[in-house]
């Protein structure tokens, strides 16, 4: 089976391949509790697409349509969670052009995770 290695723009607003392997979620992820279930599966999923590039063209343009449409949900919640994210410095808006948004996951860098007991 052959995979394409990078996701571009044009690939987001199509509807999800049946050979679709899978999104992974990062404990730092999981085992936060100040994000809900839809907030974990769509901040993995703008991670993961953010890792799927070549190492210099690692980014997300998926829109929230594109995310409303995957998570069974609506474009303005997808906004307020993508907003949430950025102002938690999860992920940065690396561009955006009046059209097509630019994301790029920070998860590896900023996530801290309380002890608990």
Same mark, same amino acid.
């Given at each position: $089976?052959?995979y394409k290695?990078e996701?571009?723009?044009e690939?987001?607003?199509k509807e999800v391949?049946e050979?679709?392997?899978?999104?992974w979620?990062?404990?730092i992820?999981?085992?936060?509790?100040e994000?809900?279930a839809l +907030?974990k %599966?769509v %901040?993995?999923h703008?991670?993961?697409l953010? @890792?799927m590039? +070549? @190492?210099?063209?690692r980014y997300?343009?998926a829109?929230? !349509?594109?995310?409303?449409?995957?998570h069974?949900s609506n474009p !303005?919640v997808?906004?307020? $969670?993508?907003?949430?994210?950025? +102002?938690?410095?999860?992920?940065e @808006?690396?561009?955006y052009?009046? /059209?097509t948004r630019?994301? /790029?996951?920070? %998860?590896?860098?900023?996530?801290k995770? @309380?002890k608990?007991r």
């Open positions: $089976m052959h290695k996701i571009g723009p690939d987001l607003d391949p050979n679709n392997v899978g999104i979620t990062p404990a992820i999981l085992n936060n509790k994000l809900t +907030e %599966l %901040l993995s703008i991670d993961w953010s @890792k590039g +070549e @190492k210099n063209k997300c343009w829109s929230n !349509s594109y995310f409303a449409n995957v069974n !303005s997808i906004s307020l $969670m993508v907003s949430k994210f950025i +102002e938690k410095g999860w992920i @808006k690396v561009s052009n009046g /059209r630019v994301l /790029r996951s920070n %998860l590896t860098t900023t996530f995770l @309380k608990t």
